[in-house]
T-cell receptor, first 115, second 114 residues
Framework: AQSVSQHNHHVILSEAASLELGCNYS??????LFWYVQYPGQHLQLLLK??????LVKGIKGFEAEFIKSKFSFNLRKPSVQWSDTAEYFC?????????????FGKGTKLSVIP | ETGVTQSPTHLIKTRGQQVTLRCSSQ?????VSWYQQALGQGPQFIFQ???????GRGNFPPRFSGLQFPNYSSELNVNALELDDSALYLC?????????????FGEGSWLTVV
């Protein structure tokens, strides 16, 4: 079974600081990887996804993530955060060979950006 | 706007009761899945339906069941509610083929079991 580990439960940053949120997964097969964001009171929104190809993936709102297969990692980065990035961030993995489109999520990292 | 709407947004039930949560997906989205998100946790996969047939299930007991209808609506039913069933229930839908690489989530239904 797959599992996803997000290292930080709560991260607090000042505006303009750089962000890196860690995500590691455990699964030996081929995977699809995702980062979702959940703003307070809103639905889960896809930030970016990796299926194949260039391991450096760019998403919306200036976010990017790098897939490092040897480390089973898919860390999320942003060079300069804004107050509006305050939200909860979830990393998710999918077995790309599975029949169902089941996503396994991490527990999430809450990001608080201080103006 | 994801095109996925869920109802009700909030509800309170008593232990042992039954609940039905509803979801309406985008036209053409033949796959719908349901997730449970407990407080402080990430969403957990309950099950998935494709063209009205269940084709994937997570580690949830049979008292969690579902239905999918031809009009792109679906239901999650939970029988014999337990206190631990208190959570946010998320519906997600996707299209077929390459358009199905993105899953669209609804805003969820908050269920409190007392």
């Amino acid at each position: 079974a797959q599992s996803v580990s997000q290292h930080n439960h709560h991260v607090i940053l000042s505006e303009a600081a750089s962000l890196e949120l860690g995500c590691n997964y455990s699964y030996g097969g081929t995977v699809n990887l995702f980062w979702y964001v959940q703003y307070p009171g809103q639905h889960l929104q896809l930030l970016l996804k990796y299926f194949s190809g260039d391991p450096l993936v760019k998403g919306i709102k200036g976010f990017e993530a790098e897939f490092i297969k040897s480390k089973f990692s898919f860390n999320l980065r942003k060079p300069s955060v804004q107050w509006s990035d305050t939200a909860e961030y979830f990393c998710a993995v999918r077995d790309s060979g599975a029949g169902s489109y089941q996503l396994t999520f991490g527990k999430g990292t809450k990001l608080s950006v201080i103006p | 706007e994801t095109g996925v709407t869920q109802s009700p947004t909030h509800l309170i039930k008593t232990r042992g009761q039954q609940v039905t949560l509803r979801c309406s997906s985008q036209s053409g989205h033949n796959t719908v899945s349901w997730y449970q998100q407990a407080l402080g946790q990430g969403p957990q996969f309950i099950f998935q339906y494709y063209r009205e047939e269940e084709n994937g299930r997570g580690n949830f007991p049979p008292r969690f069941s579902g239905l999918q209808f031809p009009n792109y609506s679906s239901e999650l039913n939970v029988n014999a509610l337990e206190l631990d069933d208190s959570a946010l229930y998320l519906c997600a839908s996707r299209g077929d083929g390459n358009s199905g690489n993105t899953i669209y989530f609804g805003e969820g239904s908050w269920l409190t079991v007392v």
